[in-house]
């Protein structure tokens, strides 16, 4: 069945970039997502992109995608403080008469100063 | 921007309640989802719904059921409350095949 995997932690310096991957097994997925989830909160969706793109950039945000490996990657330039939170990979798949999102177990950000 | 709220950040319930979370969309969505989020588990899918009426059991649903009888608003039952349905719980909404907008997330205690 569907799988998406991601990290469970990850460290960086204030000011450095972070990279965060995720794979995923579906190939037939539609779309691919990255939500921001901070303590308490529900999730943000971030950016995503389509299964034909292969990068899409947003401000400090760049998403990769590797369809051949089913790879997928989120890269934060100049990290902040406020970056800290969990980030969840998702993968888009039909599931009957619906579009499911499948969900990685999240990766949480923290940032050293 | 598309507002999806939760009724209740925080709910506190006893064991045997029948516990009603509501969840509104303002975004005329056809989809709606509800999942939980647990430590060390992830998101899963409890049920959705893809029309007002309509829905289809999720990976989880033991335990819950639904109502959709407005397209904006899905509600999760919990039949009769357990102490293993003690859990965050998020309500999402999408157009078919478009990302899921999530709302804040109640966080559900049975005591």
């Known amino acids: 069945g569907e799988d998406v995997e991601q990290s469970l932690f990850l460290s960086v310096r204030e000011g450095d970039s972070s990279v965060i991957n995720c794979t995923y097994t579906d190939s037939s997925s539609t779309y691919l997502y990255w939500y921001k989830q901070e303590p308490g909160a529900g999730l943000q969706l971030l950016t995503y992109i389509f299964s034909n793109m292969d990068m899409k950039q947003d401000q400090r945000l760049t998403v990769l995608l590797n369809k051949k490996d089913k790879h997928l990657s989120l890269r934060i330039a100049d990290t902040q403080t406020g970056d800290s939170a969990i980030y969840f990979c998702?993968?888009?798949?039909?599931?009957?008469?619906?579009?499911?999102?499948?969900f990685g177990s999240g990766t949480r950000l923290s940032i050293r100063p | 921007d598309v507002k999806v709220t939760q009724s209740s950040r925080y709910l506190v319930k006893r064991t045997g309640e029948k516990v009603f979370l509501e969840c509104v969309q303002d975004m005329d969505h056809e989809n709606m989802f509800w999942y939980r989020q647990d430590p060390g588990l992830g998101l899963r899918l409890i049920y959705f719904?893809?029309?007002?009426?309509?829905?289809e059991k999720g990976d989880i649903p033991e335990g819950y059921s639904v109502s959709r009888e407005k397209k904006e608003r899905f509600s999760l039952i919990l039949e009769s409350a357990s102490t293993n349905q003690t859990s965050m719980y998020l309500c999402?909404?999408?157009?078919?095949?478009?990302?899921?907008?999530f709302g804040d997330g109640t966080r559900l205690s049975i005591l």
């Open positions: 998702a993968e888009s798949a039909l599931y009957s008469s619906a579009s499911k999102i499948i």
């Open positions: 719904s893809y029309d007002v009426k309509m829905k």
């Open positions: 999402a909404s999408s157009f078919l095949g478009g990302p899921q907008h």
